[in-house]
Structure formats: C-alpha cells, structure tokens
C-alpha cells in the first residue's frame, strides 16, 4: 500500500483481512508503516493511495519492472491531472457534467464569467490538494480568484489554466468503481462533507467526514451512474488507448435534472474510504488484484452496517494548519464499541503522536443504522483532544433522521 493518510490506513486495515500488508510510506499511526521507496519493495501487489505518485507515472514505473499494480498509468491519471482534458473526454463520452470554459488568459475567462449566473465556479485545472475550487455567489470573489489562479499567485503552475463552470445545485454523492479496461463493479455510494464548518459553511476542504449508505439512493441510481458515467468514460479512455486498471471515483451532483459528474478522482476518496471498504463483506485484496491483472471477479457484496467517520482536523486547516501538539485520548477513544481510527497527519511515536498536518485522524463508527453509528462516532471524538482541535458535529446528521433510528 502506497501513501500515507487516513485512506490509507483503512485500505490497509481491510487489505489485512487477508494479506500481509506493508505501508510505504505510511506514519507512525498506521501499522507496518515502512520508510521505503514502493520501487524498493518486494510485494505480489501495489495499491497506490494518492493522486500525486499516478499523475507522475509511478503505476508505469512498477508495471515495468513487472510489478502487480492496482491504479492507472499516467495517461489514466490525467482524468484527475487536468481538470480541462477530463471535461473534453467528457464530452466525447456525452457523460452529463457542468457548462464550463477552460482558460490560460485572464479576459476571455473574466468574460466567460459575465455570462454564468450564481453560484460562480472556478477550478484550477491541475492538482491543488482538493483545494482549487472556489464556489461562491459573489461575482466579485470569482474575478478575484480567475485573477488570482492564473497570476500563478494562488496555487503556482496548477492555476495558470483554470475552468469556470456553471455551478450545480443539489446533493453530493461519490462514488467508487473498481476498474479494469472497460469492465467495472460499483461499490456502495457515500457522502463526504467538503466544506470547513457546520452547516456547509467555511472554505472547501479535502473531506471533513463521510457516511454509507447514503439513504435514498438506490439500484436505479447507481444503475444510471455505471451505464451512463463509468462505462462510457472507460470506453472513451480505451478510445484514446488507455486500459484503465484502478478505482474511478466518480463526484456527482444530484440536481433537479438528474446527476451530474463534478470530477472523477484516479483514486479512492479520502474519507469516503474509511466508510465504504469496511462495510465489503467479499475479499477486498482479491477484487483489486483481479483488477489489476485486466479482469473483475464477481460483484463486492456489502454488510448493511452503517458507517460514520468524522475528520479530527488542526487548528487553522485548510489555510495555514497548526501542527507538532500532543495527541490525547486514543486509546479512550479505540475502546469505545464499534469505533476505530484511521491515523493521518501525525508523526512522533505510536505511543506518542503529535499532529503533523491539516486532517490528523479519522473516527469512524460502525453501528446498524446511521444514527447509531453517528452516535458512536461521535462519542469517541469526544475522548480526543489537542490545543485548537477542529471537527464538524454535523456529520451524517441529516441522513440519521431519514434512516430510520
Ligand atoms: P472538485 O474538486 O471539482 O470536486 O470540486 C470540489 C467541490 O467543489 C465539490 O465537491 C463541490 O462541493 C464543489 N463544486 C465543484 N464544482 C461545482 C459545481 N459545478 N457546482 C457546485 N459546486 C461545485
Ligand atoms: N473526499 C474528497 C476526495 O477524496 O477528493
């Protein structure tokens, strides 16, 4: 396992049902954490957590030297590499997404703005961490950020193209396929929270927590977004000829006029992972290895459990996160029943963690409906603490009511 956040730590831990698993380069929260380069290490098969090692080609690397590799090569990666040439391949596939114009000069793009109405969207078009995505009502802010990107001033060289797109307006929903070629399996959808604070206030985040199952979505749903979504985007990868070998994380917007891709992903969410992989019940280390061998066993199958994971975040996160405090009331937090911990940003020792990052851990309850496991998620977060912890206490709030307690 390639990486070293709360995903990873969850892949890990469900890998481990059946596998020996070795972190590269993990952290001192994530069992078998190894400091090694992946290329420096024996193993029958490599799961590449982040976005950053595909973009760059580290999947080609391995598969070179003959290695196993679950995740796409970098011609696949783009999907996720270059906001502008995923929505072009988009457009070939006729896969239902945002009005949008792409743009490396500040006049054509001020323009193109003046015509879109609020909410105003406006993208880098290369990596910025989940980051990049400015969502506001304010045509001033949205001037001020197409200014701000393509000066290079904002986010560097990933912001001198950037997208505007019309901005879409209803439920969020992710959704993780298992690919190979142009075969894939869906696994069941959750909903991840992206903004600060309570309330979907705050600037966007990479996460600050997720539940599944997402109620209201159902077989009809998940049907349209394989055969209208996922398979068409693989046919148009395998168009361009890139055989896809990995996870296609498909962003929805659920609008008024039926679901609309946001962004694909190369990789799995973070921190919907640490509520969907836990939920499989069929061997999660067998469905990967097929795929990156070019073939798909049989379809995943899912406990009915729920799960809830909230983000434990520094103070400051996203903008400027305070780290290097002492991490306490793990262990309080681990024996509460149902809950377990994905460990993110932290560094120091197992015993002795300090944060070390923007999201520094994931708890994540498991209970038989979304309330219970909300409940329980909850009461472990409360048993945790450092100077300026952050945490939304709305998380799954909503859905726990229409599930049903
Ligand atoms: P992205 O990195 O493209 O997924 O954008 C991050 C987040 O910004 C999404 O999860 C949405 O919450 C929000 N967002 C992105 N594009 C749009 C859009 N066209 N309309 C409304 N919200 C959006
Ligand atoms: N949770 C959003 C992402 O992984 O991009």
New binding site residues.
């Given amino acids: 396992m390639v990486g070293s956040g709360g995903r990873e730590h969850a892949l890990a831990s469900v890998l481990g049902r059946d596998a020996e698993v070795v972190v590269v380069p993990g952290n001192p929260g994530i069992p078998n954490s190894l400091d090694a380069a992946p290329e420096d290490v024996e193993a029958d098969l490599f799961v590449i957590g982040p976005e950053a090692p595909l973009v760059d080609g580290l999947a080609d690397r391995l598969r070179a030297a003959g290695r196993l590799v679950f995740g796409p090569g970098a011609d696949g990666a783009r999907l996720e590499g270059s906001k502008a040439w995923m929505k072009d391949l988009l457009a070939d596939a006729g896969v239902p997404t945002a009005r949008h114009g792409s743009f490396t000069e500040p006049a054509p793009a001020l323009e193109f703005l003046d015509t879109m109405a609020p909410p105003f969207v406006v993208k880098t078009d290369g990596l910025a961490a989940?980051k990049g995505v400015v969502v506001t009502d304010s045509l001033t802010e949205a001037r001020n950020a197409v200014e701000d990107y393509l000066s290079g001033a904002a986010f560097g060289d990933a912001g001198r193209r950037l997208v505007v797109e019309e901005g879409l307006i209803g439920e969020e929903l992710s959704v993780l396929a298992i690919c190979a070629g142009t075969e894939a399996v869906l696994l069941p959808a959750a909903q991840?929270f992206k903004r600060a604070l309570d309330g979907d206030e705050g600037p966007n985040t990479?996460?600050m927590g997720a539940f599944s199952p997402v109620p209201g979505v159902g077989h009809e749903l998940m049907a349209t977004v394989k055969d209208d979504f996922v398979l068409p985007t693989l046919e148009a990868l395998a168009a361009r000829g890139i055989d896809y070998r990995g996870v296609l994380y498909a962003g929805l917007m659920i609008t008024a006029d039926g679901p609309k891709l946001l962004e694909y992903?190369v990789r799995f969410?973070?921190?919907?992972t640490q509520v969907v992989l836990p939920r499989l019940t069929s061997s999660l280390t067998e469905m990967l290895a097929a795929a990156a061998a070019g073939r798909l066993g049989d379809e995943p199958t899912s406990s009915d459990d729920a799960m809830v994971t909230v983000v434990c975040a520094s103070e400051g996160y996203p903008a400027s996160p305070r780290t290097g405090d002492r991490i306490e009331g793990l262990d309080a937090a681990r024996s509460v029943e149902g809950v377990e911990l994905f460990l993110a940003g932290v560094a120091g020792e197992p015993g002795d963690l300090r944060t070390a990052g923007g999201r520094v851990l994931n708890v994540t309850g498991r209970g038989r409906n979304l309330a219970d496991a909300r409940e329980r998620a909850m009461r472990a977060v409360g048993e945790i603490g450092w100077p300026g912890m952050q945490h939304r206490n709305d998380i799954a709030l909503a859905a726990s009511s229409a599930d049903g307690a």
Wanted: proline residues 11%; without cysteine.
């Fill in positions: 989940g991840d990479g996460g992903n969410g973070d921190p919907e």
